[in-house]
């Protein structure tokens, strides 16, 4: 078992992005499939069709080129945090719907979860979570929660209809195009700028 508890928010989060694709890998090399099997045959192997091994090593750079991305996303965030602090402090009319995101971990696994209702005593944020978690079991949607400033990696408010930080948001949708990219801004009240 790791001691992460340690380690620096950053190193803990590409420990995190290395599992997943640890994970990843793992699955696709031990897949049942006798093509892909460790036991098929070298003719199998050596028959592959270069296009199928292309497309294996571009989902690999574009997995990659994303984790990359949304390192430097999270990281943006965390060095813009006193600006969101300071409109959460006295926000104007206009000014909404403050979220956090923040790391929640379970054993070696974790998994990115966003919190509402954010408050600021000077010290440490609290809010509810508000997105009902799909892999760790130590938080339930609503639950109320206390977070360090360390411990954000993104945060978001809406002014004028218009998202303001979410950096991690704007990654995701920067990587879609066309109708991926529609479908993903359907699923929000607000706008990107």
Known sequence: MFMTNRWKRSEK?????????????????FSTDSRDSLLADRSAEKSKKKSEIRKVAGEAAATAEFDAKMEAA????SSKLDD???VLKKPAASQKDFAVKYLVEQGDEGEYLWANEVKFDGKQFTGKVANEPQFVKTVKFGQPITLKPEEID??????????????TIRCQRNML????RKKFDEQFKFKFE
């Open 13 to 29: 989060r590409a420990l995190l992005a290395g599992l997943i694709l640890f994970g990843a890998a793992l699955a696709g090399f």
């Open 84 to 86: 969101f602090v300071a």
């Open 177 to 180: 195009q066309g109708a991926d």
């Open 74 to 77: 999270m990281d943006e965030a």
């Open 154 to 167: 993104d945060w978001m408010y809406v002014e004028d209809g218009k998202l303001k930080g979410g950096y």
